[in-house]
């Protein structure tokens, strides 16, 4: 069984592509750092925001991106206390995942205040360029536990690719290796959500249920859920139940 191309993938490349120019020959413009918050939260699934920040060595705000008022509010918190998530993951050069802010001790005050704005789990990576850290993109996501391990190294590659464009590291031919990389990771995702919803119709389930399922299989096979997910949707012999 072959399956048309998602048009949302192929959308998401040329768009990621389209930013190398705007990039590098603008120094970050405000308006091409939105599209890649945006990109960001068509990227990883579960989050329902997104922000891009760029940092001076002090850890002052140079220039932010947000993709709604609640990103930019709950950004405002972390700036204001001077903790967070983010400002840890720009320190230390290493993401930072929060799994439920409810139940986040390391930035008391930071967690009581984004919980109460109805920010369940947060993902941080640092943009990092030849041994700098230029800033951070981060998501956020409504419920706790949102994020996976998977979701963790997608954002992880597009903050590399951020990172590369922004300081112009890369030659006029590298976009399509960029984009070659977006291409395997976005269709890897949505092989894995169309897996995950076949079994919700299949088998009656919540999506939780979905996932876990399609992981128990991907673990008896001992495959990973990318490839457990293809296993389903184009099975070799028969359908795999």
């Not at 993709?67 to 720009?90: F, H, I, R």
């Given at each position: 069984m072959t399956r048309d191309a998602d048009p949302l993938v192929e959308d998401l490349v040329v768009?990621?592509?389209?930013?190398?120019?705007?990039?590098?020959?603008?120094?970050?413009?405000p308006s091409a750092v939105t599209q890649i918050a945006q990109l960001a939260v068509h990227l990883i699934g579960p989050a329902a925001g997104a922000g891009v920040?760029?940092?001076?060595?002090?850890?002052?705000?140079?220039?932010?991106?947000?993709?709604?008022?609640?990103?930019?509010?709950?950004?405002?918190?972390?700036?204001?206390?001077?903790?967070?998530?983010?400002?840890?993951?720009?320190?230390?050069?290493?993401?930072?995942?929060?799994?439920?802010?409810?139940t986040e001790t390391r930035w008391p005050g930071w967690s009581t205040a984004v919980?109460?704005?109805?920010?369940?789990a947060v993902l941080a990576v640092p943009l990092v360029a030849g041994g700098q850290t230029l800033g951070v993109i981060k998501v956020y996501a409504t419920t706790p536990h949102a994020f996976s391990a998977t979701d963790e190294r997608s954002l992880e590659l597009l903050a590399?690719?951020?990172?590369?464009l922004l300081t112009g590291g890369q030659a006029s031919q590298d976009p399509p290796r960029v984009s070659t990389a977006l291409r395997a990771?976005?269709?890897?995702?949505?092989?894995?959500?169309?897996?995950?919803?076949?079994?919700?119709?299949?088998?009656?389930l919540d999506r939780t249920q979905a996932m876990a399922r399609l992981q128990e299989a991907a673990e008896h096979e001992h495959q990973s859920v990318p490839e457990a997910a293809r296993r389903l949707l184009d099975p070799p012999e028969g359908p795999v139940r």
């Open positions: 768009l990621f592509t389209g930013l190398h120019e705007v990039l590098v020959g603008q120094a970050a413009a920040s760029l940092l001076e060595p002090g850890g002052a705000q140079i220039t932010a991106a947000a993709t709604d008022a609640v990103v930019e509010a709950v950004d405002g918190v972390e700036d204001e206390l001077g903790e967070g998530p983010c400002l840890s993951a720009w320190a230390s050069a290493v993401p930072e995942r929060v799994e439920d802010t409810g919980t109460g704005m109805g920010v369940g590399a690719a951020l990172a590369a990771v976005l269709t890897r995702r949505q092989t894995v959500d169309t897996a995950t919803g076949v079994l919700m119709e299949r088998h009656h």
